[in-house]
């Protein structure tokens, strides 16, 4: 097994202590930064998600896993020089207002930001004006809206019009997730993209800043 | 023991197809399949229909009671699709879903459970957020039996619903809900509970066998109200089993005739 496929196996099991020791190693060597994430820290989580998206892998082992590249990323992103910490891009996410679920936006994020997005997580109960201000503050490429209920999947209407009055809207695709939410639902009130769970929403903002 | 069969919800893809088409007799199909299978009530839940609600729900609430005479669950955090459910409701007591301690939906809600004199399920949240341990629910359910019972509300129909969470994404989901709901017995001896537990095994494998061991270890803590798919005769098989084993079921003849109804054939 070559050194990034340790580091990437340690990642895919979730092992903490593995992934720290596999990456300092890396580094020790002198391999280059970018490499250690690339070849290593994202190359575990490449086998995590087709394997979470089979059913073979369940939420607590992906968040374990997530959290685990999280200790490497740590160590690693301190050593990148700015250019090459460039992301695959930025990410603005939070669920609309009047609702409080965040297992799933969460889940999102974690994979999103795995996936070597920049990820800006305003949180739950984020009001049309949070979106707003957030798209002017961070000027992602997306923004992602979540919703679990019948009752709040409306305000991700009342956040898009937010964004028309405001001028921003042309400014970002605007994607929208959570259990209530279809891709109907997103034609329907005007969303650029809709996905059924978070490996998905990887694909599909990976798909959109390819443009 | 109550049992609100939970099938009837627009959010399931056949129920959202036949009340597309105005598929009357599918829904009562449905309808007449939970009550033989041991449901007390049943749920009706429109909630996805976002822009015709009211419309669905009567349609809804008339066809089911055109094929049961068995009371109903009306299901929706919006104020007019509930009134709209309750005025039709023709069979017993009717049964709201739900109330919650934040201030717009419990002052819209409670004049409903007053007029029609019904069941109230209450759900352990407020203003401040969805609860993570007991003793944030117990600071709502302390709130609202207050308020519930000074407005002139019996005990008796409470339902507390203590919000069951993920364990896949909190350890301590489970553990929290069997706390609470032996705090809320413990100091309101009188109320009823009711949750809907599937959300415990959300992101795990084999939901099914954690939802039933859920529903036995709430039982065991008070639970004393499901709603569920009545149609799952494991499920049901387990929550028979767990009513004579705490001493609910007088000479084990619920149990007995389950068995007789076939719902323990493939054990041995």
Redesign the interface.
Known sequence: MSDFDSLAQAVFHGDFDGVVSATKNLLDRGVNPLDVINKGLLAGMDIVAPKFKA?EM???EV?MCAKALGEGMKIVQPLLSSSEAASAGTVVIGTVAGD??D?GK?LVVMILKSGGFNVIDLG??VSPEGFVNAIKEHSPQIVGMSAL???T??NMKKTLDAMEAAGVRDKVKVIIGG??VSQSFADEIGADGYAPDAMAAKELCAKIIKG | MLIIGELINT?RKPIKEAVEKRDAGYIKKIAKEQIEAGAHYIDVNC??M?FNEVEMMEWLVTNVQDAVEAPLCIDS??PEALEAGLRLCRYGQPMINSITDEKERFDKVLPLVLKYRAKIVALC?DDT??PDTAEDRMRVARNLHAKLTAAGVPEEDIYFDPLV??V??VETAGIEVLETIKMIKEQYPKVHFTCGLSNVS????NRKVLNRYFVVQTMAMGMDGYILDPTDRDMMGAIYASMALLGQDAYCMGYITAHRKGLYRHES
């Open positions: 059913g369940f939420v607590p968040m409080l679920h297992i969460n739950v109960d209920l019948t009752t999947m409306v259990a209530p | 959010s909630g996805t976002v955090p919006n949240m957020g969805m969470k993920p896949s994404s959300y992101g795990l494998p």
